[in-house]
């Protein structure tokens, strides 16, 4: 599916809107990676184009005792691929929809802030004539394609919120809707290797494509994992470096091996690489040592800081066939060609 990017090369037009009934607000961005037929749905697909620092703005349903808009946050511009179990919204998604876990996207967020004055849906509704000029303006000054704009016009009804999960929301909205201070939320230095487009991608719950969060993570996970060992009475020695295993830990006569893992999706699964395996199966014990659900957020120097996490211990853990599934191959290539 293609997304038009209106907004593209207008700094100006950062900002977007979540539509939700969830109790955990402003803690991500969290939504499938397609529809209930399997099919890309750009209501998912618009979180993979928030970048560092954008505004996401939230609807709720409930919050303020009528839908409308309750909060705000800014995005980290990092999103993984994860599971999650979701059900569409509407009469249609409700009487098909699954919660079957299914491929997904997450984004943190960061900074959520209540508004002091929510902006309900009758003050919405207030602005109808005004909200249908702005949209006029948009598509004839963006001629061709959707806008994802955050609300739906009828003849037939009154003015709703857009029956997705996640809009565009332009900066012209703001101002009609009494929300221009969020203008002057600060945003982080512009880098020359973000020119729009796609946010950065992290991957599945093994593998984070930006360096710094998947450092931060692992070192996270491992600093749990030391503590807890300590907490035992284990003598603890780092060896991730030059092993095929992260810690070595002593006791007396008992002597085991430690694999760590962080991530900050809810794993179900984690990578691991040959040399892992191979170690699981020695005569030396070895534990698994799991962390999922670990917090992150990039400071205003770019420093990433973690936090938080459910800790889940395996002992005496074998990387046993019937539990690997092979997800790379090394390929020798055939003479000639």
């Not at 806008?147 to 009154?158: H, I, Q, T, V």
């Not at 046993?320 to 997800?327: G, H, I, M, P, R």
């Amino acid at each position: 599916m293609a997304i038009n990017e209106w907004w593209a090369g207008d700094p100006e037009q950062r900002y977007w809107m979540e539509i939700t009934d969830r109790s955990d607000l402003g803690a991500d961005l969290f939504a499938p990676t397609a529809d209930g037929s399997g099919r890309p749905y750009w209501g998912y697909e618009l979180l993979t184009y928030v970048q560092p620092g954008d505004v996401v703005l939230h609807w709720h349903k409930s919050l303020a005792g009528e839908p409308g808009i309750v909060g705000w946050s800014q995005a980290t511009g990092s999103y993984e691929d994860t599971d999650i179990e979701w059900q569409a919204r509407g009469t249609v998604g409700r009487a098909s929809g699954s919660l079957a876990p299914r491929p997904a996207w997450r984004m943190p967020l960061l900074n959520f802030m209540l508004l002091p004055d929510p902006v309900l849906i009758t003050d919405v509704r207030s602005h109808d004539a005004e909200l249908r000029q702005i949209l006029a303006e948009l598509e004839t000054e963006h001629d061709g394609g959707s806008l994802y704009f955050p609300f739906g016009f009828s003849d037939k009804r009154e003015l709703r919120a857009q029956q997705t999960y996640f809009v565009k929301m332009p900066r012209e909205v703001l101002e009609v809707l009494g929300l221009d201070e969020l203008e002057r939320v600060p945003r982080p230095a512009p880098s020359p290797s973000r020119q729009g487009g796609k946010a950065d991608k992290r991957g599945d719950s093994g593998y984070i494509a930006d360096s710094a969060v998947r450092s931060a993570i692992e070192w996270h996970a491992v600093n749990l994992a030391v503590e807890a060992y300590i907490s035992l009475g284990y003598e603890v020695e780092y060896t991730g470096a030059s092993k095929p295993y992260d810690l070595l830990v002593t006791q007396g006569s008992d002597v085991r091996r430690v694999e760590v893992k962080g991530t900050s999706g809810a794993a179900k699964t984690v990578e691991l690489t040959i040399g892992e395996v191979d170690n699981s199966r020695e005569t030396t014990p070895t534990d698994l040592y799991v962390v999922d659900g670990i917090q992150w957020w990039r400071e205003a120097d770019g420093t990433v800081q973690t936090d938080g996490g459910d800790t889940r211990w395996w002992t005496d853990w074998v990387a046993a066939d019937s539990s690997l599934k092979a997800t790379r191959f090394r390929y020798f290539l055939p003479s000639g060609g």
